[in-house]
């Protein structure tokens, strides 16, 4: 894991305003690898000089990072990091300066992050609703892209320069992360970071579903609910890989046109129609494979709609989200309904009923590593690639939860580390401006999107 991070104590208005290092030596600047199918150019440096108006972070790498280890101009590197400060709103993600330069120990590597993939699971944790992020105060992402900026001792497979992805149980939503060198998987030629920080979670979840679970056959019917999300997405393009496999999705009525392109034969407005009922008139005798990322009542209607011999595969329980904030209603009528049946009445049924949940894979890599260079070797072919839906930068994190909350992304949220530009001001602005600051000296912002509070923990 590359940690259960501490936030970074706040530092002065004071500091913040006049955006001065605070007698701190300046980062150096990372050295990005050449030719990256990205387009952003090395910006790291420019962003740890615009941002070092330093903190006294507190280090919570797990790795060799103990203050104590470290050279000073080592201690007073720092790094943007977005951190949940509590449990509730999209305001609880904060974006805060940690101090420190993380160094690897032996068979970990140090990795600068350029982008993080935001995944549903982070909206339900937001919330205090996914137990595989730990307690508040802590920095979630479990996907994110970027390159080697640092080797330990024994990793013999991974160079600095190289570009990766990385998946974790958390933490990587931050410029830098320190985490083992088998977390991270090498970017194909081609992939910008922004596919590859979409790329870890959604297609190594969806291929498990089709092929390790349901056993995804020629001529075999697929219910995908949330089909215009990142796994949704991800699921559709690995049924196009099996021949003749019809796909029905339910997504919102407004990305029904993409969805159809992208292989999706009957998509299903939820939100109006029982899809149930949508789903017999076209197929009266059901599906073989329901995949339900839902819960509560939806569980039960999946089973119900598979074939003699059909395959449930249960994935996620996002009808526990309902509103910013955590909802008991939603909470509680989800698990009134939850599906439960005997092992019985499953002989009887002729049915199969599966789970999957990545989080709680942590010890097997070996066998997400194997699922992995399957997917990127159909990324390599043609037949398979992360669709962007939208990108934003770290300071813009509530506005990447709420694309995704309010149900209007299709494909995959990213979040960028580099640090937003300011937008250039008109002549009148900066002559309105300049007239105000003469007046009132004191009506000068902090810099955009850094922290300047004390984060208090275990709020709801
Ligand atoms: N088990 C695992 O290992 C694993 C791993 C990753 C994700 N998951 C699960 O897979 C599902 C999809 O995850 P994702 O990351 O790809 O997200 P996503 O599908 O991109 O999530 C956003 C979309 O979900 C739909 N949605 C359905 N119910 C919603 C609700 N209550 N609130 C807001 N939006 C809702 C909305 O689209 P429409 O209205 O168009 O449907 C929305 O645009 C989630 O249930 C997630 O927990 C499981």
């Known amino acids: 894991m590359s940690g259960e991070d501490t936030p970074a104590p706040q530092q002065s ?14 980062a150096e600047p990372p050295q990005e690898p050449q030719g990256e199918a990205s387009n952003e150019a090395a910006t790291e440096a420019a962003t740890e000089a615009a ?6 972070a507190e280090e919570s790498q797990p790795a060799s990072t103990a203050a104590n280890d470290k050279a000073p101009e080592e201690e007073a590197f720092t790094y943007r990091a977005l951190v949940l400060t509590g449990y509730g709103g999209y305001d609880k993600v904060k974006l805060q300066l940690k101090k420190g330069r993380p160094n690897p120990r032996s068979g970990e590597v140090t990795v600068r992050v ?31 892209s ?29 410029e830098v992360v320190l985490v083992k060198a088998d977390h991270t998987f090498l970017m194909p030629e081609g992939m910008t970071y922004e596919e590859g920080a979409a790329f870890p979670v959604s297609y190594i979840t969806a291929y498990v579903l089709l092929f390790e679970m349901a056993n995804i056959r020629p001529n075999k019917s697929v219910l995908i609910h949330m089909a215009a999300g990142g796994v949704g997405i991800a699921a559709t393009q690995l049924c196009q890989t099996v021949s003749d496999v019809t796909v029905f999705g339910t997504a919102s009525a407004n990305k029904h046109e993409v969805i159809k392109q992208g292989g999706v034969m009957h998509p299903i407005d939820y939100r109006t129609r029982d899809y ?22 939806d569980t039960q209607k999946a089973f119900n709609l598979l074939k003699p011999m059909g395959t449930l595969v249960v994935y996620g329980a996002a009808n526990r989200l309902s509103g910013q904030r955590k909802n008991l209603l939603a909470l509680a009528k989800s698990w009134y309904s939850q599906f439960t049946i005997s092992a019985l009445s499953l002989m009887h049924s002729n049915k199969a009923v599966c789970g999957f949940h990545l989080g709680y894979l942590d010890n097997e890599f070996a066998l997400i590593s194997g699922v992995l260079q399957k997917l990127l070797h159909l990324y390599q ?62 009506k000068e912002e902090p810099k955009e999107g850094v922290e300047t509070e004390q984060p208090k923990t275990g709020e709801s």
């Open 146 to 174: 970027g390159f080697i900026e640092a080797v330990g001792e024994d990793v013999t497979d991974r160079k600095v320069g190289d570009r990766v992805m990385v998946l974790e149980r958390c933490g990587l939503w931050q």
């Open 13 to 26: 208005e004071d500091q913040v305003q006049k955006g001065q290092p605070a007698g701190e030596p300046e």
């Open 276 to 297: 149930v009922e949508e789903i017999r008139k076209i197929s009266p005798q059901g599906l073989d494979v329901v995949l339900d990322p839902l819960g509560g009542s």
């Open 381 to 442: 072919q043609g037949k398979i690639k992360p669709r962007i839906d939208s990108t934003y930068h770290f300071e813009q994190v509530s506005d990447a939860m709420r694309r995704m909350q309010d149900r209007n992304n299709i494909g995959k949220v990213i979040l960028l580390t580099e640090p937003k530009k300011e937008e250039p001001k008109s002549k009148e602005d900066s002559k309105d401006q300049k007239e105000e600051g003469q007046n009132d000296i004191k």
């Open 51 to 56: 941002t070092a108006a330093t903190t006294e």
């Open 114 to 144: 350029k982008a993080c993939g935001v995944n549903f699971p982070d909206l339900l944790a937001r919330q205090g609703l996914y137990d595989r992020l730990p307690s508040p105060p802590v920095t979630p992402g479990m996907e994110c």
